[in-house]
Each structure stands twice: as structure tokens, then as C-alpha cells.
């Protein structure tokens, strides 16, 4: 049985990553720090799998993933907010980036064996856009950390209900939705994906890594593309099967 950390829990991905962990098989204890308490989900806050460590101050998350009991073995990160919510560019950069680098060497000390990311479609180094360049710095500063297994996810454009409102975003997932419905997926697969699908990706990805079953490449880095998270995510519920 496995422990697993998740980060970013409160999210539209994260809330399904955490979802789909309370619900996996071989996972057995889940820890999820957080600035504010968790909302409710299937098998939810009060499963015994689940251990939320309710820190408003975020900076001190890192210095918890040592002292968790059992030890992780995974990680997975779906950290990150946006400029208009964190107030500026900057102060996004300290959460999508800093933050996030911070919690991937903390884990590493703790002797978690996978690292899963999600990241963005497009994200580069090279890109023009704040954006797409900063989710690829944080991903090659995860690749350097010596990880067994790092398995980076980049979702198109999400598909599902958010907390707040992204007006342009939602006229945007409303297209996706719609093209998804009338295609049986087909349309909408290519460039946006459902949350769920997502987060159950992600956790399957993380799983098939524990079981030595992952098509990793050099260093142990597994680059999961749209198509592959729309396969992962919907074959067998999520989960890993033999």
C-alpha cells in the first residue's frame, strides 16, 4: 500500500486528484496540506485514508513532508493560481514556481519516489508568454532533482466547474464542451480535456511508476502529452490494473 502527498487539492485538477486517490485501490493514506479546509468529495474529508494538514501559511508546508507518517512514496502537484488572483506576476511566479520547487525538494528529502506535475500544453522555455515559459522552468528544475520516476502531465485547456470566474475561460470550456457532446470526444480531446480525466491520469501515471509499468524515458522522466491523459484517464476508471 501506498502513501501519497497531494498539493493543490482545493483546485479543479487537484480536487480530482484527491478524489481519485481516496478511491484507489492501492493507495492507503493520503496526506494534502492546504490553506483552507478541504470541501467535500467522495469518500471525502472524514475517510480514514485522509490527512489534511490545514496550513494557511504556505511557506510552511515543505518543512512538514519530513515528519508525515507513513512516509510518501508519492507526490503529485496540481499547485499553481492565476495573475489576476495572486494580485501579479510576480506573486504568481511565488506560488506556480517558487513554491512548487520548494515542495519538489522537500519530497525528494523525504524520499518520495515519483513526482508527478501538471503542467501546461505549450510550456517552454522559449515561449514569449510569462505563462507557458514559467510552468517549463519549473518542470526542467523537477527533472533535475533526481527523482526514480517524474512524470510531467500537460493538459490542454480544462474542462470543468471552477470556484470562480474566468469569463473568457468559460465561454472557451463552454465551446469545449459542447464540441465534446456532439463528437462523442473526438472534437475536444485534441486540445481541451475534463478535469476528472485529468486527475485520474495523473494518478494512474504516478501509480504505473510505483509498479514499474510506466514508459519512462531518460532519467526516469515521463512527458504525458493531451492524447495520453485522455487514454490514461478514462481506461480502467483511472486506476492501474495488472
Given at each position: ?63 512538514t513532508l519530513s ?93 470543468g466547474e471552477r470556484g ?79
Amino acid at each position: 500500500m501506498t502513501a501519497a502527498v497531494v498539493v493543490g487539492s482545493t483546485g479543479l485538477v487537484g480536487s480530482q486528484i484527491l478524489t481519485t486517490l481516496l478511491t484507489h485501490p492501492t493507495i492507503s493514506t493520503i496526506h494534502a496540506p492546504t490553506r483552507r479546509p478541504l470541501p467535500s468529495t467522495p469518500g471525502g474529508p472524514t475517510s480514514s485514508k485522509l490527512h489534511p494538514l490545514i496550513l494557511p501559511d504556505s511557506s510552511t508546508w515543505a518543512s512538514t513532508l519530513s515528519t508525515l507518517a507513513p512516509p510518501p512514496s508519492l507526490f503529485l502537484s496540481a499547485l499553481g493560481t492565476t495573475r489576476a488572483n495572486a494580485g501579479s506576476l510576480p506573486a504568481q511566479r511565488a506560488i506556480d514556481h517558487d513554491l512548487n520547487l520548494s515542495l519538489a525538494r522537500a519530497a525528494k528529502t523525504a524520499g518520495v519516489r515519483v513526482y508527478v506535475l501538471i503542467s501546461t500544453a505549450g510550456a517552454s522555455t522559449a515561449s514569449a508568454f510569462a505563462y507557458p515559459r514559467m510552468k517549463a522552468e519549473v518542470e526542467e528544475g523537477v527533472k533535475g532533482m533526481g527523482f526514480g520516476y517524474t512524470v510531467i502531465l500537460r493538459p490542454g485547456l480544462l474542462v470543468g466547474e471552477r470556484g470562480e470566474r474566468r469569463v473568457a475561460e468559460g465561454v472557451l470550456r463552454g465551446v469545449a464542451s459542447g464540441a465534446g457532446w456532439v463528437s462523442s470526444g473526438w472534437l475536444k480531446d485534441w486540445w481541451a480535456q475534463d478535469a476528472d480525466v485529468v486527475g485520474r491520469a495523473a494518478v494512474r501515471a504516478g501509480v504505473m511508476c510505483l509498479e514499474g509499468k510506466a514508459p519512462v524515458g531518460e532519467g526516469g522522466v515521463w512527458v504525458v502529452g493531451q492524447g495520453e491523459i485522455v487514454r490514461l484517464g478514462r481506461e480502467s476508471g483511472g486506476f492501474a490494473k495488472a
